[in-house]
């Protein structure tokens, strides 16, 4: 190995430590205390080794509750804010006057602390005994029912939980997209102009391949964020899910190492490792689906 390839790996020396340290011991540390059973964390002893962690965490109608949740989030807030955020770029991309203001406007939730948004989420939709929240009074002024938004029925919790992480991750999308229509050559336009095409084919044929890298790491990233959601639930719900039915995978990991009925480190390691495999999965999934979708 020549001095040249020497200094490239030092240079790299610390990240690989950094990942080796917090990323690969953890995940390794995780998987074999998915397997030992009843581990007691006080004297750091266990009973035995086996798939009983997996078999109960899977029989858990907790786990299943929370499952089901994280799962309704994904399919939901994934397509539906990738979507929302490109429609909007594009017309941001389409408006001159007053871009840069609006792009501002657009990013702000973004760097708002994501407990505050919730708060605000709360007012809008709780429903008190002095109040019925400002959606409640505004569905009322159309004639419907005040709904419970916050402590009420499962879809209408859902939908708040979904409405709120939309709003949360949909900011930087829109940057990130808006970036990348700026980025496209405009000589394609220009050309497709010429040629007569209508403005939908130019967006279908032009601007979504050439964006396409763009919103392949935006879906990928928002599969992964929304499998992790925990802090949207706590802002919205309180701490305790569980009670709600609007705990999160992460959140009941969480439960079983520090919640009420936690000091289950063996439990949480078997769920932690079950949103692993489902993570990886669908992110397999997705670069196999981007070998034929994405132009590079």
Known sequence: MDN??????????????FLGVFMIYPLIDVFIYSFEEGYNSASQTFSGTGLYNYSYVLRD?????????????????????????????????????????????????YVTNTLAVGLVFMILFNKTAYSDGLVNILIQSFGGDS????????????FVL???TVWVVMPFKILILTSALASVNQVYYNAARVDGTPRWRIFAKITLPMISPMIFYLVITGFIGAFKAYSDAVALFGT?????????????????????????????????????????????????????????
């Open 61 to 109: 109608p907790y786990f299943l509750q929370a499952v089901k949740n994280t799962l309704i989030l994904v399919a939901i807030t994934v397509p539906l804010s990738t979507g929302l955020a490109l429609l909007i770029s594009v017309a941001l991309s389409s408006i001159k006057p007053l871009r840069d203001l609006f792009q501002t406007v657009y990013f702000l939730p």
């Open 4 to 17: 040249k390839n020497m200094k490239g790996w030092l240079y790299l020396l610390p990240a690989f430590l």
């Open 162 to 164: 979904c409405f709120y």
């Open 147 to 158: 709904v419970d938004f916050i402590g009420g029925p499962y879809w209408a919790k859902m």
């Open 240 to 296: 305790d899910l569980n009670a709600a039915e609007m705990n999160t995978i992460v959140g009941y990991v969480y439960d079983m190492l520090y919640g009420d009925s936690g000091g289950y480190p063996s439990y949480a390691s078997a769920a932690a490792i079950i949103l692993f495999a489902i993570v990886l999965t669908i992110t397999c999934i997705n670069l196999l689906v981007s070998k034929k979708h994405v132009h590079y």
